[in-house]
Nanobody, 122 residues
Framework: QVQLVESGGGLVQAGGSLRLSCVGS????????MSWFRQAPGKERELVSAISISAVSTYYADSVKGRFAISRDNAKNTVYLQMNSLKPEDTAVYYC???????????????WGQGTQVTVSS
């Protein structure tokens, strides 16, 4: 059992930065690949970024490539999402999620956080 808690969201002006954190409880955090999803009002939840268990592999959606960076610290049971050059279209609730597979399909994510709101003003 892993419980995930996100933090770091907030209101920021376009061009600004935020760093999201997701802390996992339990001793098995390092057994899971981790991902960040986001969901804007009226839209489907989409995969933003993913990182493998060892952090050797990472993935970014085209919309955030070059602006966002995912990382993890297994000793701290934490995954991060550094978000730079934020745009109004990045506004969404951001969720972290754990799966056994890197870049798993959304139905295969075993654990989800409660989400943190990111709002980017123009």
């Amino acid at each position: 059992q892993v419980q995930l808690v996100e933090s770091g969201g907030g209101l920021v002006q376009a061009g600004g930065s935020l760093r999201l954190s997701c802390v996992g409880s339990g001793r098995t955090f390092s057994n899971y690949a981790m991902s960040w999803f986001r969901q804007a009002p009226g839209k489907e939840r989409e995969l933003v970024s993913a990182i493998s268990i060892s952090a050797v592999s990472t993935y970014y959606a085209d919309s955030v490539k070059g602006r966002f960076a995912i990382s993890r610290d297994n000793a701290k049971n934490t995954v991060y999402l550094q978000m730079n050059s934020l745009k109004p279209e990045d506004t969404a609730v951001y969720y972290c999620a754990a799966s056994y597979e890197f870049r798993a399909t959304i139905d295969r994510y075993k654990y989800w956080g409660q989400g943190t709101q990111v709002t980017v003003s123009s």
